[in-house]
């Protein structure tokens, strides 16, 4: 009696395909979470920084640009597009970024410098046209440049007879009010080297001195409002390598400046105080003692 052959098992060596094919799917089902997940975070994170942008530009503290606020928040917003948000003129609905805080809001610190930046390209209007005048606003406040060609004749402090009626109504839109002046003096890169000046530096501190005399002297301006600085060549406004950048950074700036912000009271400030106030009460009390005792030996 023959014995049956038993049959070998046969080995499938493709089983490997299987495990593979289940890691593949779960590998890519989790980069899709990943990558939606990071989208999601990015529209979050670019309107939250919208928003404090918006928030920031309306206390003074960014400098204004000409880029439009996207009016789709679904979009996610580049951080590099977040630093260049148009602020100059608002004609966008601005909560629907920033939610209305409850409360009256204090006025902002820009909001004072608003009347008088419009009031001074009012009053300049002639000037601006011409392109010896502009003025902008800046962190700091706002910034009204006077070009060497409008106003002084090359290496010159002194005025232009032909400037005096642009000053006079400057001084005139500067007079009634109390932010702080701060007159500056900038040149060029070119060396200068005369009967009175031997430097940039001279030259661009006597313009602004000069220009804070003019003020207070003859438009009678409270002397305490003004500072002068001159900084010759190293404030430059453009390049000192063409003749337009040179006659751009030739100009004296008024730096109209911002209020400071009054700190907020607190009552940790006014117990801080109070407990040196009477220790000082006390203090004299000795010294008074040992007087006494002392007259009476």
């Keep these: 009696m023959s014995r049956r052959r038993r049959k070998e098992d046969h080995v499938n060596h493709e089983r490997w395909l299987v495990s593979y094919a289940d890691f593949i799917t779960l590998l890519f089902a989790f980069f899709?979470?990943?990558?939606?997940?990071?989208?999601?975070?990015?529209?979050?994170?670019?309107?939250?920084?919208?928003?404090?942008?918006?928030?920031?530009?309306?206390?003074?503290?960014?400098?204004?640009?000409?880029?439009?606020?996207?009016?789709?928040?679904?979009?996610?917003?580049?951080?590099?597009?977040?630093?260049?948000?148009e602020n100059a003129e608002r004609t966008t609905d601005m909560e629907h970024f920033v939610q209305p805080m409850k409360g009256v809001l204090s006025p902002t610190a820009s909001a004072p410098l608003q009347k008088i930046q419009a009031d001074l390209e009012k009053a300049l209007a002639p000037e601006i046209k011409n392109r010896v005048v502009e003025v902008k606003a800046r962190r700091e406040g706002l910034i009204v440049s006077l070009r060497e060609m409008g106003f002084y004749e090359s290496g010159s402090a002194d005025l232009?007879?032909?400037?005096?009626?642009?000053?006079?109504?400057?001084?005139?839109?500067?007079?009634?009010?109390?932010?702080?002046?701060?007159?500056?003096?900038?040149?060029?890169?070119?060396?200068?080297?005369?009967?009175?000046?031997?430097?940039?530096?001279?030259?661009?501190?006597?313009?602004?001195?000069?220009?804070?005399?003019?003020?207070?002297?003859?438009?009678?301006?409270?002397?305490?409002?003004?500072?002068?600085?001159?900084?010759?060549?190293?404030?430059?406004?453009?390049?000192?390598?063409?003749?337009?950048?040179?006659?751009?950074?030739?100009?004296?700036?008024?730096?109209?400046l911002n209020p400071p912000v009054p700190a907020r009271f607190s009552p940790e400030d006014s117990s801080a105080s109070a407990s040196p106030s009477s220790s000082t009460e006390t203090g004299p009390a000795e010294p008074v003692s040992s007087a006494q005792s002392n007259s009476g030996h």
Excluded: C, M
């Design 32 to 85: 899709v979470v990943l990558y939606s997940s990071s989208q999601v975070d990015k529209r979050k994170i670019g309107k939250l920084a919208l928003s404090i942008q918006v928030a920031f530009q309306q206390l003074g503290v960014f400098e204004t640009s000409n880029t439009h606020i996207p009016l789709n928040d679904s979009e996610a917003v580049p951080f590099d597009k977040v630093q260049v948000i």
């Design 160 to 256: 232009r007879a032909s400037s005096q009626s642009a000053i006079e109504r400057l001084a005139q839109v500067l007079a009634p009010r109390n932010e702080a002046l701060r007159i500056e003096g900038h040149s060029d890169n070119v060396p200068i080297h005369n009967a009175r000046f031997d430097s940039n530096w001279e030259l661009s501190a006597a313009r602004a001195s000069g220009l804070v005399k003019l003020l207070i002297v003859r438009h009678r301006l409270d002397p305490q409002r003004f500072s002068a600085a001159g900084y010759a060549e190293y404030r430059p406004v453009a390049s000192n390598d063409t003749a337009e950048g040179r006659a751009r950074n030739r100009r004296v700036d008024i730096v109209i």
